[in-house]
Every structure is written in C-alpha cells, then in structure tokens.
C-alpha cells in the first residue's frame, strides 16, 4: 500500500524568508501525481501545487515551487519570500495514476505540517 | 461560484442518534468524496463516488452510509453516532476520478458526538 510521511509536524520561517517543506512517499507504481494542499485556520482545503510523476521538471506556482526526486521518492516544497498568509497546515498527498477499479486512485494523505510565519 | 458546499458546518450530537451530512458541487464533476480528518492525522477516505449511480467503501467506512443523489448531491449519513465519529469532515469532488486533475474540496463540518 501507498504511505505519504511528512516528517516535519511543525516549522517555523520569518517572513519574507524561504521555507521547505519535507514530504516522502512509498510507491512501486511508476505513473502517479502528487499534490501540496494548504489549509489555513479557516480549514479550506486548497490546492497548492501538483506535480505529474512523468514529468521530470520541477512544477512551480509563483512563490511554491518543488523538489521532485522519484528515485529517492521525496517531494518537498519550497516557499520563498514567505507571507504571513502562507501559515497554515500543509498537506503532501499521492494519487495513482490511471487504474481500473478500486479505491487506489483516490487521494492518499500525509499527517501535515503546521507551517508558522513569524513578523 | 460556489464551488463544494456543505451544510451543515457544525453539528452536535448525542451518541446513538443519526445525522445526515449534505454536500454539493456546481461544477459539474464526476467523482465525489467524503474525508475524515482528526488531530494528527491527514484527511482519510471514507466513501467515494466515481460518477453518478456509483459509491465505493475508502479507508474508512464502517459506521457510515453514503448516497449519490444525482450529480450534483452525496450526502454521508451516520445511522447511530458514536464518539470515535467525532471528526471534521470534508467533501470533495474532481472532474473525473482517474485523472491528474485535482480534487476540490469544501469547508468542512464539524461534527461533535457526546
């Protein structure tokens, strides 16, 4: 089975510094995508950033960008110039690619980390 | 546009009685989700409906129903509340189950059982 394990439960930046975010996961798959969701105190769930396994370069969204590495399995994300809007928890989550049926394409989560941005 | 709704956004109950969550999407998906989250934890797949007519057990189901209304509506139904059922639970849906495309997800209720 799929686990995703973010190591980090909290980090800290200054703002208007850079953070990175930690986030490896177990697969023998080779086609899968994975995903950085944010949720604030308002418990949004919102998407972040999406990176395709296929894909070797490295997805970005302004500030986010990240760090895939499929032989070592890792898939950390950066955030620089870093708000005080970016604290929030962080969730890194895997989804298989396309399957048959079963449960196995749906979204598989890490336990997150609460990212705190200090003034 | 609203996007996932939920309703209702908080909810107490007492242990034994049944609850019915409600969840809709205006974006014409066809796959829709139910998650449970707790402290310390990710979100957790209860049920899933890879298109309409259709519902599928997550990780965890036991202790809950779902039903796929139409295209729009999966509601989550707890028969008989139990504490252990205490959680915030989040709805979902994407345009299609097997695709890169990422899911989209509500604001989340939370649910209190004493």
């Known amino acids: 089975a799929q686990t995703v394990t973010q190591s980090q439960p909290e980090m800290s930046v200054q703002e208007a510094e850079t953070v990175t975010l930690s986030c490896t996961y177990d697969?023998?798959?080779?086609?899968?995508?994975l995903f950085w969701y944010k949720q604030p105190p308002s418990r949004q769930m919102i998407l972040v950033i999406r990176?395709?396994?296929?894909?070797?370069q490295n997805a970005t969204e302004n500030r986010f960008s990240v760090n895939f590495q499929k032989a070592a399995k890792s898939f950390s994300l950066k955030i620089s110039d870093s708000q005080l809007g970016d604290a929030a928890m962080y969730f890194c989550?895997?989804?298989?690619?396309?399957?048959?049926?079963?449960?196995?394409?749906?979204?598989?989560f890490g336990k997150g980390t609460k990212l705190s941005v200090k003034p | 546009n609203a996007g996932v709704t939920q309703t209702p956004k908080f909810q107490v109950l007492k242990t034994g009685q049944s609850m019915t969550l409600q969840c809709a999407q205006d974006m014409n998906h066809n796959s829709m989700y139910w998650y449970r989250q707790d402290p310390g934890m990710g979100l957790r797949l209860i049920y899933y409906?890879?298109?309409?007519?259709?519902?599928d057990k997550g990780e965890v189901p036991n202790g809950y129903n779902v039903s796929r209304l139409n295209k729009r509506e999966f509601s989550l139904r707890l028969e008989s509340a139990a504490p252990s059922q205490t959680s915030v639970y989040f709805c979902a849906s994407s345009v299609a189950r097997y695709r890169s495309l990422a899911q989209h997800f509500g604001d989340g209720t939370r649910l209190s059982i004493l």
């Open positions: 989550a895997y989804r298989r690619g396309v399957i048959g049926g079963g449960s196995q394409g749906n979204l598989i």
């Open positions: 697969t023998s798959e080779s086609d899968y995508y």
């Open positions: 409906s890879a298109s309409e007519g259709t519902t």
């Open positions: 990176q395709e396994a296929y894909k070797q």
